[in-house]
Protein backbone atom coordinates (compact mmCIF):
# COMPACT_ATOMS: atom_id res chain seq x y z
CA UNK A 1 0.00 0.00 0.00
CA UNK A 2 1.06 3.78 0.29
CA UNK A 3 3.47 4.65 2.47
CA UNK A 4 4.18 8.44 3.44
CA UNK A 5 7.28 9.28 6.02
CA UNK A 6 8.67 11.89 7.56
CA UNK A 7 10.87 12.77 10.55
CA UNK A 8 9.32 13.25 13.41
CA UNK A 9 10.64 16.78 14.93
CA UNK A 10 12.70 19.62 13.86
CA UNK A 11 13.94 22.52 15.96
CA UNK A 12 15.19 25.88 14.88
CA UNK A 13 16.24 29.48 15.78
CA UNK A 14 13.49 32.36 14.54
CA UNK A 15 14.75 33.64 11.48
CA UNK A 16 16.80 30.74 10.13
CA UNK A 17 15.04 28.59 7.29
CA UNK A 18 13.24 25.08 8.23
CA UNK A 19 13.52 22.41 5.63
CA UNK A 20 10.68 19.30 6.25
CA UNK A 21 11.32 16.69 4.24
CA UNK A 22 9.31 13.91 3.20
CA UNK A 23 9.01 10.61 1.16
CA UNK A 24 6.58 8.63 -0.42
CA UNK A 25 6.00 5.01 -2.11
CA UNK A 26 3.05 5.83 -4.48
CA UNK A 27 4.63 6.43 -8.03
CA UNK A 28 0.90 7.13 -9.34
CA UNK A 29 0.67 10.39 -6.94
CA UNK A 30 -1.11 13.09 -9.07
CA UNK A 31 -0.82 15.80 -6.31
CA UNK A 32 1.40 16.52 -3.22
CA UNK A 33 0.11 18.44 -0.49
CA UNK A 34 1.63 20.52 2.86
CA UNK A 35 -0.86 21.17 5.87
CA UNK A 36 -0.45 22.54 9.15
CA UNK A 37 -1.74 21.69 12.64
CA UNK A 38 -1.23 23.83 15.45
CA UNK A 39 -2.60 22.14 18.57
CA UNK A 40 -5.66 21.46 19.00
CA UNK A 41 -6.73 22.51 16.17
CA UNK A 42 -7.82 21.05 12.63
CA UNK A 43 -5.16 20.81 9.32
CA UNK A 44 -4.61 24.09 7.27
CA UNK A 45 -3.91 23.38 3.32
CA UNK A 46 -0.68 25.21 3.41
CA UNK A 47 0.42 24.82 -0.51
CA UNK A 48 0.29 22.10 -2.89
CA UNK A 49 2.24 21.04 -6.18
CA UNK A 50 1.22 18.89 -9.22
CA UNK A 51 3.43 15.97 -9.44
CA UNK A 52 4.74 17.18 -13.06
CA UNK A 53 6.10 20.13 -11.43
CA UNK A 54 9.28 20.55 -9.84
CA UNK A 55 8.95 23.77 -7.66
CA UNK A 56 5.89 26.25 -6.25
CA UNK A 57 7.05 29.25 -4.37
CA UNK A 58 4.58 31.51 -2.31
CA UNK A 59 5.92 33.76 -0.29
CA UNK A 60 8.00 32.68 2.42
CA UNK A 61 6.92 29.15 1.21
CA UNK A 62 8.77 26.84 -1.35
CA UNK A 63 7.91 23.02 -2.32
CA UNK A 64 10.62 21.11 -3.86
CA UNK A 65 8.98 17.88 -5.99
CA UNK A 66 11.40 15.33 -6.63
CA UNK A 67 9.32 12.83 -8.57
CA UNK A 68 12.33 10.01 -9.29
CA UNK A 69 12.95 10.07 -5.81
CA UNK A 70 9.70 10.55 -4.54
CA UNK A 71 10.82 13.61 -2.52
CA UNK A 72 8.87 16.45 -0.80
CA UNK A 73 10.54 18.98 0.94
CA UNK A 74 8.73 22.01 2.38
CA UNK A 75 11.34 25.25 2.94
CA UNK A 76 9.99 28.02 5.19
CA UNK A 77 12.06 31.28 4.99
CA UNK A 78 12.39 33.34 8.18
CA UNK A 79 10.77 31.15 10.37
CA UNK A 80 8.52 32.75 12.99
CA UNK A 81 7.73 31.13 16.49
CA UNK A 82 3.89 31.17 14.78
CA UNK A 83 5.50 28.60 12.82
CA UNK A 84 5.64 26.23 15.42
CA UNK A 85 3.44 23.27 14.45
CA UNK A 86 2.59 20.13 13.31
CA UNK A 87 3.30 19.48 9.20
CA UNK A 88 1.78 16.98 7.32
CA UNK A 89 3.01 15.83 4.05
CA UNK A 90 0.21 13.85 2.07
CA UNK A 91 -0.06 12.74 -1.45
CA UNK A 92 -3.40 11.70 -3.54
CA UNK A 93 -2.69 8.36 -5.30
CA UNK A 94 -5.06 6.57 -6.84
CA UNK A 95 -8.59 6.91 -7.61
CA UNK A 96 -11.42 4.16 -5.75
CA UNK A 97 -14.53 4.73 -6.41
CA UNK A 98 -14.53 8.45 -7.84
CA UNK A 99 -12.52 9.46 -4.69
CA UNK A 100 -8.51 9.83 -5.07
CA UNK A 101 -7.55 8.48 -1.82
CA UNK A 102 -5.39 11.24 0.03
CA UNK A 103 -2.42 9.38 2.24
CA UNK A 104 -1.05 11.33 4.65
CA UNK A 105 2.52 11.49 6.35
CA UNK A 106 3.04 10.61 9.99
CA UNK A 107 3.57 14.41 10.52
CA UNK A 108 6.46 16.81 11.99
CA UNK A 109 6.41 18.73 14.61
CA UNK A 110 8.55 22.08 13.61
CA UNK A 111 9.87 23.98 17.41
CA UNK A 112 10.78 27.69 16.33
CA UNK A 113 13.23 28.85 19.12
CA UNK A 114 13.17 32.55 20.01
CA UNK B 1 -16.14 31.92 2.83
CA UNK B 2 -13.16 29.07 2.71
CA UNK B 3 -14.87 27.73 6.01
CA UNK B 4 -15.59 24.10 7.42
CA UNK B 5 -17.06 24.53 10.40
CA UNK B 6 -17.41 22.02 13.38
CA UNK B 7 -20.12 21.60 16.50
CA UNK B 8 -19.78 21.11 19.17
CA UNK B 9 -15.70 21.99 19.92
CA UNK B 10 -16.07 19.26 22.61
CA UNK B 11 -18.15 16.32 23.32
CA UNK B 12 -17.70 13.90 26.54
CA UNK B 13 -20.19 10.91 26.51
CA UNK B 14 -20.67 8.21 28.65
CA UNK B 15 -20.97 4.98 26.52
CA UNK B 16 -24.78 4.37 26.79
CA UNK B 17 -24.96 7.77 25.23
CA UNK B 18 -26.15 8.77 21.71
CA UNK B 19 -24.78 12.45 20.27
CA UNK B 20 -23.91 13.87 16.93
CA UNK B 21 -21.18 15.57 15.86
CA UNK B 22 -22.16 18.26 12.70
CA UNK B 23 -20.36 19.89 10.13
CA UNK B 24 -21.06 22.71 7.37
CA UNK B 25 -19.56 24.21 4.64
CA UNK B 26 -20.60 26.81 2.43
CA UNK B 27 -18.02 26.33 -0.40
CA UNK B 28 -20.36 24.77 -2.57
CA UNK B 29 -18.13 21.79 -2.31
CA UNK B 30 -19.66 18.55 -3.52
CA UNK B 31 -17.29 15.87 -1.37
CA UNK B 32 -17.24 16.03 1.99
CA UNK B 33 -15.39 13.58 4.30
CA UNK B 34 -14.84 12.60 8.15
CA UNK B 35 -11.61 11.66 9.62
CA UNK B 36 -10.44 10.60 12.93
CA UNK B 37 -7.17 11.68 14.82
CA UNK B 38 -5.34 9.97 17.67
CA UNK B 39 -2.69 12.12 19.50
CA UNK B 40 0.49 12.47 17.77
CA UNK B 41 -0.77 10.55 14.89
CA UNK B 42 -1.99 11.42 11.37
CA UNK B 43 -5.61 11.77 10.80
CA UNK B 44 -7.29 8.27 9.33
CA UNK B 45 -10.09 8.49 6.52
CA UNK B 46 -13.81 7.14 7.51
CA UNK B 47 -16.04 8.25 5.41
CA UNK B 48 -16.19 9.96 1.92
CA UNK B 49 -19.38 11.54 0.51
CA UNK B 50 -19.77 12.56 -2.85
CA UNK B 51 -22.64 14.68 -4.59
CA UNK B 52 -24.47 13.31 -0.76
CA UNK B 53 -23.90 9.92 -1.67
CA UNK B 54 -21.57 7.89 1.17
CA UNK B 55 -19.00 6.24 -1.62
CA UNK B 56 -16.04 5.06 0.56
CA UNK B 57 -16.76 3.76 3.99
CA UNK B 58 -13.03 2.78 5.55
CA UNK B 59 -14.65 -0.76 7.61
CA UNK B 60 -15.62 1.88 10.50
CA UNK B 61 -17.93 -0.10 13.13
CA UNK B 62 -21.73 0.49 12.95
CA UNK B 63 -21.65 2.87 16.22
CA UNK B 64 -20.88 5.53 13.96
CA UNK B 65 -22.96 6.42 11.40
CA UNK B 66 -22.83 9.09 8.89
CA UNK B 67 -25.15 11.21 7.44
CA UNK B 68 -25.30 13.92 4.51
CA UNK B 69 -28.79 15.97 4.81
CA UNK B 70 -27.89 18.57 2.14
CA UNK B 71 -24.97 19.63 0.23
CA UNK B 72 -23.37 21.69 2.68
CA UNK B 73 -23.88 19.47 6.23
CA UNK B 74 -22.34 16.47 6.83
CA UNK B 75 -23.12 14.58 10.33
CA UNK B 76 -21.60 11.72 12.56
CA UNK B 77 -24.12 9.98 14.77
CA UNK B 78 -22.58 8.40 17.35
CA UNK B 79 -23.70 5.37 19.51
CA UNK B 80 -22.34 3.27 22.07
CA UNK B 81 -18.82 4.01 21.82
CA UNK B 82 -16.02 2.87 23.54
CA UNK B 83 -13.37 4.54 25.45
CA UNK B 84 -10.82 3.89 23.23
CA UNK B 85 -13.12 5.91 19.88
CA UNK B 86 -12.00 9.27 22.20
CA UNK B 87 -10.40 11.20 19.35
CA UNK B 88 -10.24 14.76 17.33
CA UNK B 89 -13.31 13.89 14.81
CA UNK B 90 -12.19 16.63 11.63
CA UNK B 91 -14.69 17.35 8.69
CA UNK B 92 -13.10 18.16 5.91
CA UNK B 93 -14.66 19.05 2.08
CA UNK B 94 -13.26 19.60 -1.34
CA UNK B 95 -14.56 20.68 -4.59
CA UNK B 96 -14.92 16.66 -5.82
CA UNK B 97 -13.17 13.91 -4.95
CA UNK B 98 -10.24 14.58 -6.81
CA UNK B 99 -9.41 18.33 -5.60
CA UNK B 100 -7.80 19.46 -2.30
CA UNK B 101 -9.18 18.71 1.37
CA UNK B 102 -10.27 21.75 3.53
CA UNK B 103 -10.46 20.73 7.36
CA UNK B 104 -12.89 22.22 10.05
CA UNK B 105 -11.17 22.64 12.95
CA UNK B 106 -12.94 19.45 14.68
CA UNK B 107 -15.02 18.11 17.94
CA UNK B 108 -12.68 16.54 20.92
CA UNK B 109 -14.28 13.55 21.59
CA UNK B 110 -14.08 12.23 25.37
CA UNK B 111 -16.06 9.05 25.55
CA UNK B 112 -15.81 7.98 29.70
Known amino acids: GEDVEQSLFLSVREGDSSVINCTYTDSSSTYLYWYKQEPGAGLQLLTY?????DMKQDQRLTVLLNKKDKHLSLRIADTQTGDSAIYFCAERGFQRGGYQKVTFGTGTKLQVIP | DTEVTQTPKHLVMGMTNKKSLKCEQH?????MYWYKQKAKKPPELMFV???????INESVPSRFSPECPNSSLLNLHLHALQPEDSALYLC???????????FGPGTRLTVT
Open chain 1, 49 to 53: IFSNM
Open chain 2, 27 to 31: MGHRA
Open chain 2, 92 to 102: ASSQDGTAPQY
Open chain 2, 49 to 55: YSYEKLS
